[in-house]
């Protein structure tokens, strides 16, 4: 029998069996720490090794602007980062590693890694994953397509309000992407190999958020009315899932897939004169099955010991037994009402925090607080596992 005295004399052959098992990224952040023999396989080899498709969702990370080199760097949620109202300062994890996404193009909308970076000269969109080495780009067909004459005479920067994936370009071919597009937020989709986008007709409505659920994108207007869009079909098909909460109207919604439940998150806004300020949240889900004796939604106290990411990226629910750097049943959130203000003539975002569910109140979070008014405005950024099937 093979006796190791050293954990760097392990062979290269069980380090790789440890290294295809690893399927978060904290995990191999510290199998990389081990020691350099263990950095060096995870080096040569992370690229190539075999992953499972179904893969647990990632912790995002918040992708923030380094004024000194103008370049982006990720911030990472670390266990030891506690929430309090003491200055947690010194837990905050950097990595400054090289990130291509350009310092002076305006990116958005971030689903499974990928980031939405808009190209001015050809009035389109493209997909970027920056924790990919190869195949990390994706075309989107031209914005003219939608309606070339408005996208002329406004900003194109700002014509798409959010994109949303029905999966992940990294394990699927067969995938869709959905924008909200235009001052009145309406839908259009595109598939790869399209030359075009799609429009989904339908009027009635002004969105605030999309996403994919059930084989389906679920989209919710400005009032809280959910709809359904079923785009496999040759003409796509829209239908009304559930009426607005009974509560008073929120600022901005948001849906999100939490515990295999489709929740509804409501951002209550207080409007000051340069910017506007996150004062709470409220929390609904979907029920099952409705009548009209029967309430479509329930308000939740609890989150159920879940972390919810929210911003300008598909909303993410992350289980905090799985990821002890979260804190259960609260919400982090980052700063995405453009419409409100100029980022470029005020002092920049300003709404970014975290909301305890349970307590009903915003938590003091140094970390995440001391972005404020970074431009662009930080984003939530789920990191993706380099890997072949």
Known sequence: MMTISNWSDLPNDLLGRVLQHLTIMNDLVRFGAVCVNWQTHFTDNHRHRALPRKLPRQVPVLMV????????????????????????????????????????????????????????PGFKYRLLNPFLSVNNNVALPPLRTIDDQYIRANDMEYYVSKLALSGNPTWESDYAVMAMYGRFSELAFCKPGDDAWTTIDQKNYSFNDVVFYRDEFYAVDHIGIVVAV???????????????????????????????????????????????????????????E????????????????????????????????????????????????????????????????????????????HPITKFKGMKPQPIWVEPTLEGCN
């Open 65 to 120: 602007h380094n004024r000194n080199t103008h370049k982006q760097c990720f911030y990472r949620l670390s266990s030891s980062s506690s929430l309090s109202s003491t200055d947690a300062g010194e837990n905050i994890e950097f990595h400054d590693f090289p990130v291509p996404v350009p310092h002076d193009k305006y990116f958005t909308a971030s689903t499974y890694g990928w980031i939405a970076i808009a190209e001015t």
């Open 230 to 288: 079923d785009i496999r079909c040759c003409r796509p098909k829209v239908r009304l899932v559930a009426p607005s909460p009974p509560e008073d109207r929120g600022y901005k919604m948001y849906l999100v897939e939490s515990l295999g439940e489709l929740l509804q998150v409501r951002r209550v806004l207080r409007f000051l004169p340069t910017v506007g300020e996150t004062i709470g949240f409220k929390v609904y889900e979907l029920l099952e």
């Open 290 to 365: 409705s009548t009209e004796d029967y309430e479509y939604w329930v308000e939740m106290d609890t989150l159920h010991g879940q972390a919810l990411f929210l911003g300008d990226n598909s909303s993410v629910s992350i289980s905090s037994l799985d990821f002890p750097e979260c804190k259960p049943n609260c919400i982090y959130f980052t700063d995405d009402y453009r419409s409100y203000c100029n980022y470029s003539r005020q002092l920049g975002p300003q709404d970014v925090g975290v909301f305890n569910v349970e307590k009903g109140r915003l938590e003091e979070y």
